[in-house]
Protein backbone atom coordinates (compact mmCIF):
# COMPACT_ATOMS: atom_id res chain seq x y z
CA UNK A 1 0.00 0.00 0.00
CA UNK A 2 1.10 3.57 -0.75
CA UNK A 3 0.14 6.21 1.37
CA UNK A 4 -0.80 9.59 -0.03
CA UNK A 5 -0.81 13.40 2.70
CA UNK A 6 -1.27 16.40 1.24
CA UNK A 7 -0.97 19.83 2.07
CA UNK A 8 -1.13 23.47 0.64
CA UNK A 9 -4.99 23.87 -0.56
CA UNK A 10 -6.59 27.11 0.99
CA UNK A 11 -8.56 29.97 -0.82
CA UNK A 12 -6.69 32.71 -2.66
CA UNK A 13 -7.77 35.75 -4.89
CA UNK A 14 -7.92 35.20 -8.77
CA UNK A 15 -3.86 35.98 -9.63
CA UNK A 16 -3.11 34.97 -6.67
CA UNK A 17 -0.63 31.73 -5.94
CA UNK A 18 -0.65 28.44 -4.26
CA UNK A 19 1.37 25.73 -4.05
CA UNK A 20 0.33 21.87 -3.33
CA UNK A 21 2.36 19.40 -2.05
CA UNK A 22 2.05 15.68 -1.29
CA UNK A 23 4.51 13.51 0.15
CA UNK A 24 4.31 9.27 0.09
CA UNK A 25 5.11 6.62 2.02
CA UNK A 26 4.65 2.74 2.25
CA UNK A 27 5.13 0.53 -0.69
CA UNK A 28 7.32 2.30 -2.54
CA UNK A 29 8.88 1.72 -6.03
CA UNK A 30 11.75 2.82 -8.13
CA UNK A 31 9.13 3.16 -11.30
CA UNK A 32 5.99 5.17 -10.98
CA UNK A 33 4.53 8.63 -11.87
CA UNK A 34 2.92 10.95 -9.53
CA UNK A 35 0.85 13.73 -10.09
CA UNK A 36 -2.35 16.14 -9.46
CA UNK A 37 -6.38 15.63 -10.62
CA UNK A 38 -8.74 18.05 -9.57
CA UNK A 39 -12.29 17.71 -9.53
CA UNK A 40 -14.90 20.56 -9.54
CA UNK A 41 -18.48 20.34 -8.61
CA UNK A 42 -20.57 18.11 -11.09
CA UNK A 43 -17.48 17.45 -13.04
CA UNK A 44 -15.85 14.59 -13.89
CA UNK A 45 -11.95 14.38 -11.77
CA UNK A 46 -9.79 15.37 -14.62
CA UNK A 47 -5.36 15.44 -14.73
CA UNK A 48 -3.84 18.50 -14.18
CA UNK A 49 -0.05 17.51 -14.47
CA UNK A 50 1.99 14.53 -14.52
CA UNK A 51 5.16 14.15 -13.49
CA UNK A 52 7.89 10.63 -13.50
CA UNK A 53 10.67 9.86 -11.93
CA UNK A 54 13.06 11.16 -14.42
CA UNK A 55 11.30 14.39 -14.40
CA UNK A 56 9.26 14.26 -17.70
CA UNK A 57 6.10 16.39 -17.33
CA UNK A 58 2.79 16.79 -18.75
CA UNK A 59 0.27 19.39 -18.30
CA UNK A 60 -3.69 20.20 -19.54
CA UNK A 61 -3.86 22.39 -21.86
CA UNK A 62 -5.98 24.84 -19.13
CA UNK A 63 -3.02 25.02 -17.19
CA UNK A 64 0.17 25.53 -18.71
CA UNK A 65 2.07 28.59 -18.19
CA UNK A 66 0.30 28.93 -15.26
CA UNK A 67 0.97 25.58 -12.99
CA UNK A 68 4.28 23.59 -12.53
CA UNK A 69 5.22 20.42 -11.21
CA UNK A 70 7.41 19.15 -9.78
CA UNK A 71 9.39 16.45 -7.53
CA UNK A 72 11.79 15.48 -5.00
CA UNK A 73 12.52 11.97 -5.33
CA UNK A 74 14.44 11.97 -2.15
CA UNK A 75 11.70 13.13 -0.05
CA UNK A 76 9.07 11.09 -2.23
CA UNK A 77 7.26 14.33 -2.38
CA UNK A 78 5.61 16.03 -5.29
CA UNK A 79 4.47 19.94 -5.79
CA UNK A 80 2.33 21.81 -7.59
CA UNK A 81 2.90 25.26 -7.80
CA UNK A 82 -0.26 27.11 -9.26
CA UNK A 83 0.30 30.41 -10.42
CA UNK A 84 -2.29 33.19 -11.91
CA UNK A 85 -4.85 31.23 -10.22
CA UNK A 86 -8.24 31.57 -12.03
CA UNK A 87 -12.18 30.86 -10.61
CA UNK A 88 -12.00 28.10 -13.05
CA UNK A 89 -8.95 26.64 -11.32
CA UNK A 90 -11.49 26.06 -7.83
CA UNK A 91 -11.88 22.17 -7.40
CA UNK A 92 -10.55 19.82 -4.92
CA UNK A 93 -7.08 18.48 -5.86
CA UNK A 94 -6.27 15.42 -5.71
CA UNK A 95 -2.30 13.96 -5.21
CA UNK A 96 -1.77 10.48 -7.20
CA UNK A 97 0.87 8.02 -7.54
CA UNK A 98 0.99 4.93 -9.96
CA UNK A 99 3.14 2.15 -10.03
CA UNK A 100 4.09 1.25 -13.23
CA UNK A 101 4.92 -2.25 -12.09
CA UNK A 102 1.59 -3.16 -11.45
CA UNK A 103 -0.12 0.35 -12.94
CA UNK A 104 -1.99 0.59 -9.24
CA UNK A 105 -3.23 3.81 -8.73
CA UNK A 106 -2.88 5.68 -5.18
CA UNK A 107 -5.20 8.81 -4.15
CA UNK A 108 -4.26 11.17 -1.13
CA UNK A 109 -7.82 12.58 0.68
CA UNK A 110 -8.12 15.49 -1.61
CA UNK A 111 -7.49 19.54 -0.74
CA UNK A 112 -9.73 22.15 -1.45
CA UNK A 113 -8.66 24.82 -3.77
CA UNK A 114 -10.95 27.79 -4.17
CA UNK A 115 -9.64 31.33 -6.10
CA UNK A 116 -12.51 34.17 -5.64
CA UNK A 117 -13.18 36.70 -8.82
Known amino acids: QVQLVESGGGLVQAGGSLRLSCAAS????????MGWYRQAPGKQRELVAG???????NYAGSVKGRFTISRDNAKNTVYLQMNSLKPEDTAVYYC???????????WGQGTQVTVSS
Open 96 to 106: NYQDLFTLENY
Open 26 to 33: GKLVSVNT
Open 51 to 57: ITVGGAT
